[in-house]
């Protein structure tokens, strides 16, 4: 980052001279052009969050819009999930966070582990050991409503990837 300043006896100024890369336009607004696929994703959102941890629902949107590379998604839920009260330092560490378990419960490590076998299905299928510690930490309908959330973000992060949805003009709670 580039600063001018100049100070005198009596004011200081400083001019910020940084030039950022332009935002991108989004590719097409597919919930204008198809909106009853837009409001069906909105009432199955809806429907997949009941009974979720609202804090572990934003770990697991960010940690699978990480994954899919839907920078308008991380936005997004990183804003939600500080509004939800969670930390800086907890939704920093979630890229890393296999290296840095220690910032959260086993509970979210299990739901974290199961996310990302859900999102990154290149090897087949979700392995047996990443559903059973799932399964141990939460209940069948638990589990159930924490698969779905999961399938549920990945298929916004699709739509949010493929149309180029922009990053960064997000306030908290807005689509909620």
Same mark, same amino acid.
């Given at each position: 980052?580039? %600063? *001018?300043?100049?100070?005198?006896?009596?004011?200081?100024? %400083?001019?910020?001279?940084?030039?950022?890369?332009?935002?991108?336009?989004?590719?097409? #607004?597919?919930?204008?052009? #198809?909106?009853?696929?837009?409001? +069906?994703?909105? $009432?199955?959102?809806?429907?997949?969050?009941?009974? /979720?941890?609202?804090?572990?629902?934003?770990? /697991?949107?960010?940690?699978?819009?990480?994954? *899919?590379?839907? +920078?308008?998604?991380?936005?997004?839920?990183?804003?939600? &999930?500080?509004?939800?009260? =969670?930390?800086?330092? $907890?939704?920093?560490?979630?890229? +890393?966070?296999?290296?840095?378990?220690?910032?959260?419960?086993?509970?979210?490590?299990?739901?974290?582990?199961?996310? =990302?076998?859900?999102? /990154?299905?290149?090897?087949?299928?979700?392995?047996? =050991? /990443?559903?059973?510690?799932?399964?141990?930490?939460?209940? =069948?309908?638990?589990?159930?409503?924490?698969?779905? &959330?999961?399938?549920?973000? *990945?298929?916004? *992060?699709?739509?949010?990837?493929?149309?180029?949805?922009?990053?960064?003009?997000?306030?908290?709670?807005?689509?909620?």
């Amino acid at each position: 980052m580039t %600063t *001018n300043e100049t100070t005198d006896d009596t004011t200081s100024t %400083t001019t910020d001279t940084t030039s950022y890369v332009p935002e991108h336009t989004p590719r097409l #607004a597919w919930a204008k052009l #198809a909106p009853d696929v837009y409001k +069906a994703m909105i $009432r199955l959102d809806t429907a997949a969050r009941q009974g /979720v941890d609202p804090v572990l629902l934003e770990l /697991v949107k960010i940690r699978a819009s990480q994954i *899919n590379h839907c +920078a308008f998604c991380v936005d997004m839920h990183s804003k939600d &999930a500080l509004a939800a009260g =969670e930390s800086v330092e $907890r939704i920093i560490q979630l890229s +890393a966070w296999e290296e840095s378990q220690h910032f959260y419960t086993a509970k979210e490590v299990a739901a974290l582990a199961l996310t =990302e076998a859900v999102t /990154v299905l290149t090897e087949g299928f979700v392995p047996d =050991e /990443v559903y059973d510690a799932a399964a141990k930490q939460f209940d =069948e309908a638990e589990l159930a409503q924490l698969i779905a &959330a999961i399938t549920v973000i *990945n298929a916004w *992060n699709r739509f949010g990837v493929t149309c180029r949805m922009v990053a960064g003009h997000y306030q908290a709670g807005e689509h909620k």
